[in-house]
């Protein structure tokens, strides 16, 4: 059984559609839980008036009959409500020129300024785009809308194992998270508590400084965000082959994500700057097997062994600014600032929200591929065998 998805859609077209295919039969979807993380994903201090436009729903097309999955592919659709306003310059159809007021829209939503950070330049030149809305609409972060939509259901299969996921974000703008002592469980009730998804609450007010700041100048900030899984089985992944290493996966699948720009497990680059002897998280036994520390971040020889799984990563500031950059024209290659529609001066805690359906595709692909099974039902027996095996041993 290999679970994977397929998305499309624009940034300003009719909708946002995913394509999931291998799910097991009998698994409960509940579609409000979608709709909550698709909030999320919109919600966080320093968000941009997109949000105020769209309001995420998921229309679920097929593949789940009376809250249950059949087995069959799943078909998920997320409306733009924007696209009344665009459907004259997205239109699919070849358009009429002639109609001097229809050229004129085309026309206003023509881009040729190049920003950059962006996907513009290069995407541009690749796909020989002479309008760089071709490569706007579509490499926009505006898609991981329907990213999170799947996540969410991938989630909700994995709660049925106690498999638990979230995200605290642990840095703004340079300013960072103070108290390091907090638990995984206490970090996870806090981290939900405010619009910044921020653990620390010592750091809340500081941060929404930071961002009202940059706000007031025209700039926008990145920062770095923590994702825990909790409660992972021993031995997903493997050591055999470099494409099925858990630790390289999580890193590919988050790293996709737009304005990604570094992914760490556990320690991360911390753990150059120690020794092994410090590094390395001791193994005892005390009426089971335990780990002294957890500067692995819950993964050792590409497999899960038993502990948290944390990653960190860092999103770098959105590259579409009001202060925009200097940059080029690329019809006439004429210095111009770069092109600037809209954009959120601060959206770390919405990435975490992505990132969080990001790495629960990545555990449901792998832990299908662990215990197998056609229905929740095979799934679970075979997962229990496992579990039962390994008790034996620990």
């Keep these: ?86 459907a004259a310059a997205m239109d699919v159809r070849t358009p009429d020129l002639s109609d001097s007021k229809l050229a004129e829209i085309i026309a206003s939503k023509k881009i040729t300024k190049v920003r950059p950070g962006h996907a513009d330049l290069a995407g541009a030149l690749k796909y020989n785009q002479t309008d760089i809305r071709n490569i706007l609409e579509r490499s926009s972060a505006r898609e991981t809308a329907v990213k999170t939509a799947v996540g969410a259901i991938a989630k909700q299969i994995l709660k049925n194992f106690n498999i638990e996921i979230f995200s605290n974000v642990v840095s703004i703008g340079g300013v960072e998270t103070v108290d390091k002592n907090l638990s995984y469980g206490e970090k996870k009730g806090l981290c939900s508590s405010n619009d910044l998804r921020c653990a620390d609450k010592a750091v809340y007010e500081k941060m929404k400084a930071r961002i009202d700041e940059a706000k007031s100048k025209g700039v926008t900030l990145g920062g770095k965000v923590e994702v825990v899984i909790m409660n992972l089985p021993v031995g997903l992944g493997s050591f055999v082959h470099h494409d099925r290493k858990l630790d390289g996966l999580l890193a590919q699948a988050v790293m996709s994500i737009q304005a990604v720009k570094s992914v760490e497990i556990g320690l991360g680059v911390k753990s150059a700057e120690i020794d092994g002897a410090k590094m390395h998280d001791e193994i005892y036994y005390d009426g089971k097997v335990e780990r002294s520390s957890n500067n692995a971040g819950g993964i050792e020889g590409g497999m899960s062994n038993g502990e948290p799984v944390v990653l960190t990563f860092a999103m770098k500031p959105i590259p579409t600014m009001q202060t925009p950059l200097n940059s080029i024209d690329l019809d006439d290659k004429s210095a111009h600032q770069a092109h600037f529609e809209r954009s959120d001066t601060c959206a770390v805690p919405a990435c975490g929200i992505v990132a969080e359906a990001m790495c629960a595709c990545v555990l449901l692909n792998a832990f299908l591929e662990k215990f197998g099974g056609d229905s929740l039902e095979e799934l679970t027996a075979n997962y229990n065998s496992y579990i039962e095996m390994i008790a034996k041993r620990l």
């Design 1 to 86: 059984m290999k679970f994977r998805f397929l998305c499309s859609g624009e940034s300003h077209g009719k909708s946002l559609n995913a394509i999931i295919e291998g799910l097991p039969a009998n698994c409960p979807v509940n579609e409000d839980e979608i709709n909550e993380a698709l909030t999320k994903r919109q919600s966080g201090y320093g968000r941009g008036e997109r949000m105020q436009i769209e309001s995420d729903t998921v229309e679920i097309k097929s593949g789940i009959r009376f809250g249950l999955t059949t087995g069959a592919p799943v078909c998920l659709e997320i409306k733009n409500k924007d696209y009344e306003n665009w």
